[in-house]
């Protein structure tokens, strides 16, 4: 399938930005299930400090916003063709060991509620069926629900709150696994929808790796493993390390953000 993607930010400062520095992780890479056919990334209102691939192997740009700015838009598009693979990433590694994805993060740890939904589950020597049965019951059990948290909602206040969005999904996901020694890893990316070619913001899923298989996704706030309709953008152990635009910004001021995404065939 042929995606052409579209992904818009525009933020807007009530008083001029003294400085900010910003991260964009807003270059897909062509990998297995994926092509990056053509792709573009360009700023107004920064300017372009560097390029350079993380730790996590993601492809970075680092802007810094022109002095006294009160406006910044971010365009990123291009064209990507995708394949099926069910979920399956595979054998794909970089710099990053596998275990380093079983640390907790403070949006990823445990708590009571994370530890009592492991338990819960029917844990054996099949770790994929074990995810699989993770996936389906997270989904039942928090609802899908935009406003109900927000980027610095845990994983565990998710769950107990039993509503919130693909992060707080993915945070959950990752949480669980982690829990159960398995190594997992929160992705950015886009999803074409069904329904609807615009949107309001990107997407976000889950990778654990198992023996002998590999990186494997699973998306439980919709109950599926990534397939054609998915792009991959970038991977952390969560949101903050692994978010389209992430930085720092210095003066007064309120910051208000309008962010437009289209993915269609």
Same mark, same amino acid.
């Given at each position: ?19 900010? &520095? ?11 299930? #994926? ?46 063709? @995708? ?56 989904? #039942?059990? &928090? ?5 109900? @948290? ?19 999904? @993915? ?15 929160? &992705? ?10 615009? #949107? ?66």
């Amino acid at each position: 399938m042929l995606l052409n993607i579209q992904h818009n930010s525009h933020y807007r400062y009530d008083a001029p930005v003294h400085y900010s &520095v910003l991260r964009l992780r807003m270059h897909p890479q062509s990998s297995p299930g #994926q092509k990056v056919i053509d792709w573009t990334v360009t700023v107004e209102g920064a300017r372009q400090e560097a390029n350079y691939r993380d730790g996590y192997g993601n492809r970075t740009m680092l802007i810094s916003l022109e002095r006294d700015v009160q406006e910044l838009v971010i365009r990123a598009e291009g064209k990507v063709e @995708t394949e099926d693979r069910t979920g399956v990433l595979g054998k794909i590694y970089n710099f990053t060991p596998t275990w380093l994805y079983e640390r907790e993060t403070l949006l990823t740890k445990a708590g009571d509620a994370i530890r009592d939904f492991a338990e819960s589950l029917p844990v054996g020597s099949d770790k994929l069926a074990t995810l699989h049965e993770l996936m389906g019951s997270l989904h #039942q059990r &928090v609802q899908y629900t935009p406003g109900a @948290t927000s980027i610095l909602t845990t994983a565990e206040e998710a769950l107990i709150g039993g509503k919130g969005v693909c992060q707080d999904h @993915t945070h959950i996901f990752l949480s669980v696994a982690r829990h159960l020694n398995i190594p997992a890893r929160y &992705v950015s990316g886009y999803l074409m929808l069904n329904n609807s070619i615009e #949107q309001t913001a990107s997407h976000a899923w889950a990778e654990a790796h198992i023996e002998g298989l590999g990186w494997v996704g699973f998306d439980a706030a919709n109950d599926i493993c990534p397939n054609e309709g998915y792009v991959r953008l970038a991977c952390g152990l969560d949101y903050r390390e692994a978010a389209p635009i992430s930085g720092v910004r210095f003066g007064p001021g309120i910051e208000s953000l309008a962010v437009e995404v289209n993915v269609e065939q």
